[in-house]
């Protein structure tokens, strides 16, 4: 347990679970985003439409998870310069409860407020 109470070798177990899981999707995404045959002979405007949609959705989705991996790589960083569990902007300790609910979060729920605010 960390000075704050929370279990930094739980939370490092998560993040990393996650980032396997993240690493290992990006193959099955990249066959989504692949780019759209547009041959009419092949495909009716409404397939061609439909795997448009399907490929704007993937590469939404890749984006998601590249942004989650930067979180949970920065969050990596954190524990190993033993800076995990203390918010970015105040410094003051992250709740237990929300890094176990979040454990790439690198600001307390004040700050979290007052920027999303």
Request: glycine share 6%; net charge negative.
């Amino acid at each position: 347990m960390g000075e704050q109470g929370v279990d930094v070798e739980a939370r490092r177990a998560d993040l990393e679970r996650e980032r396997a899981e993240l690493v290992a999707d990006q193959a099955e995404r990249r066959d989504a985003e692949a780019t759209v045959e547009l041959d009419q002979q092949r495909q009716g405007r409404l397939s061609r439409m439909d795997a448009l949609q399907g490929q704007a959705m993937a590469k939404a989705s890749a984006e998601r998870a590249q942004q989650r991996l930067r979180l949970i790589d920065a969050a990596l960083v954190r524990i190993e310069e033993g800076e995990y569990g203390l918010c970015r902007e105040c410094d003051e300790p992250i709740a237990p409860a929300r890094l176990a609910a979040d454990p790439a979060a690198a600001l307390c729920i004040d700050c979290a407020a007052r920027r999303e605010a």
